[in-house]
Nanobody
Framework: QVQLVESGGGLVQPGGSLRLSCVAS????????MSWYRQAPGKERELVAR????????NYGDIVKGRFTISRDNAKKTVILQMSSLKPDDTAVYYC???????WGQGTQVTVSS
């Protein structure tokens, strides 16, 4: 079955950086567009970034443009979200998602606080 396992979350100070990873299994990873979403308490889940199957195309939510970078390694079945210049408003649970299969990871908590 499809499995998405996120890691790399934690507590970071404003202005800091974090690198999230999502390891996928159970489907032909290199054929699918992958995404990162996030959900803050009391808010709807929102798109953070998306990357096409080859990695040649990316798009980002307006709130993270210029600060976050999505990438993937198809050989390792991994999608990465590199986050920098983090703000308290970036505090949320971050989820890995494969839209075509409607599958989600369990999420990883990111907390930005001094």
């Amino acid at each position: 079955q499809v499995q998405l396992v996120e890691s790399g979350g934690g507590l970071v100070q404003p202005g800091g950086s974090l690198r999230l990873s999502c390891v996928a299994s159970g489907f032909p990873f290199s054929l699918f567009t992958m995404s990162w979403y996030r959900q803050a308490p009391g808010k709807e889940r929102e798109l953070v970034a998306r990357i096409t199957n080859s990695g040649g195309g990316t798009n980002y939510g307006d709130i993270v443009k210029g600060r976050f970078t999505i990438s993937r390694d198809n050989a390792k079945k991994t999608v990465i979200l590199q986050m920098s210049s983090l703000k308290p408003d970036d505090t949320a649970v971050y989820y890995c998602h494969v839209e075509a299969l409607n599958s989600w990871g369990q999420g990883t908590q990111v907390t930005v606080s001094s």
